[in-house]
């Protein structure tokens, strides 16, 4: 059963620390996400799990096996980069058997693994094609094939699809979510900085900041309930609207005042010792909706609309100094620039978040 342990598992190159001690349970099976922004160390990560980078501390376990010392070839694991790097004189099929006839593996079982790596991802018509006769996607399609007729335990993917257009990207995340299906008894570790990406594949998202995670849960425990600020603002598009605020009142309940002046009371617990302690309010652009009594949460000025058809997108000054609060409504609006506007929330979709950042959820 080849799940992943990773214990305390740290990076440093020379005397900068990258990784800060990673703790992360992987079970056979899962496709895991990490995301994170750019030089956060997701490749870093990966690429120890794969053996191509020295782990500096801590202990990587594959099938319980400790791995710290096992060379790449004996791990396995596939990994397939963002550049595909197949070999321009070969033929697709050629690509895919070329590791395996390295590995002397016999010919009937390389045709049997390439041919089977091909269905899977559609190539079978295009096996004796030169990759220069292939579109980006079905080369990034091959390069994944190659990885498959590896038989690997593990498959680690970094940013496989950053290379491809928008349209390439979008099918392409369509075939390896198909091929996770296919291959389910396969763990699947895949970074990305796309949410979407990150959002659709993922059983759990790891998101990482600085060397370190922020918190690891399946896409949408993630979107619904932050555990920090940082992963309120990273996932969701657009991010979360943040509003400084002080909490008034504390109980099963909180009630904190934005700036701005307006009291809101929210359904997260908090401690006398919240009172009076400064906090930061959070509510998603898509769940805000036109107020038009005198129940609203704020009011402010329509400074830019983006009418994108599906969607309207608001921002609206004179709340946040300098930061414009986002709405994201369905459709199309009568609304103006100059317009005065009022939104509301539905009290379960607010997030409060504490001076140092942790939600009172948690
Ligand atoms: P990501 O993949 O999340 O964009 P990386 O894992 O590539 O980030 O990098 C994490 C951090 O480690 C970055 O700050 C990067 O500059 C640093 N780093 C990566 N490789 C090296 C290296 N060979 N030497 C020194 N620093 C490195
Ligand atoms: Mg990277």
Do not use: W
């Amino acid at each position: 059963m080849a799940g992943l342990q990773l214990k305390q598992i740290r990076k440093s190159y020379g005397a900068v620390d990258v990784i800060h001690g990673i703790d992360l349970d992987i079970k056979q099976g899962e496709f895991i996400v990490f995301v994170g922004p750019s030089g956060c160390g997701k490749s870093t990560l990966l690429r120890m799990i794969a053996g191509l980078e020295e782990i500096s501390g801590g202990q990587m376990y594959i099938d319980n096996e400790l791995v710290n010392e096992v060379p790449p070839s004996k791990r396995g694991i596939a990994m397939v980069f963002q550049s595909y790097a197949l070999y321009p004189h070969m033929t697709v099929y050629d690509n895919m058997a070329f590791g395996m006839r390295i590995a002397k593996e016999s010919k009937e079982e390389i045709d049997r693994r390439v041919r089977n790596a091909a269905e899977i991802l559609q190539l079978t018509k295009y096996l004796d094609r030169l990759p220069k006769a292939l579109s980006g996607g079905q080369r990034q399609r091959v390069a994944i094939g190659r990885a498959i007729c590896r038989n690997p335990k593990v498959f680690l993917f970094d940013e496989p699809l950053s290379n491809l257009d928008a349209a390439l990207r979008v099918a392409t995340r369509i075939e390896i979510a198909k091929l996770n299906e296919a291959m389910a008894d396969t763990t699947m570790i895949y970074v990305t900085h796309d949410q979407v990406e990150a959002m659709t594949l993922a059983d759990r998202i790891v998101v990482l900041s600085g060397g370190h995670i922020e918190q690891v849960g399946a896409p949408l425990a993630l979107y619904e309930r932050p555990d920090n600020l940082f992963v309120a603002r990273f996932i969701g598009s657009p991010a979360m609207n943040i509003i400084p605020a002080t909490v008034t009142a504390a109980g099963p309940q909180t009630t904190v005042r934005l700036a701005g002046g307006k009291s809101v009371t929210l359904a997260v617990p908090s401690d006398a010792g919240a009172v009076g302690k400064a906090a930061s309010f959070g509510v998603r652009p898509e769940d805000l909706v036109v107020a038009t009594g005198e129940d609203f949460l704020f009011e402010g000025t329509v400074s830019i609309v983006e009418a994108l058809g599906e969607v309207t997108l608001l921002y609206i000054d004179g709340l946040v100094a300098d930061e414009p609060i986002i709405a994201k409504l369905p459709g199309i609006l009568p609304v103006a620039r100059g317009e005065r506007i009022r939104f509301t929330a539905d009290a379960a979709k607010l997030h409060l978040f504490d001076e140092n950042g942790r939600s009172y959820r948690t």
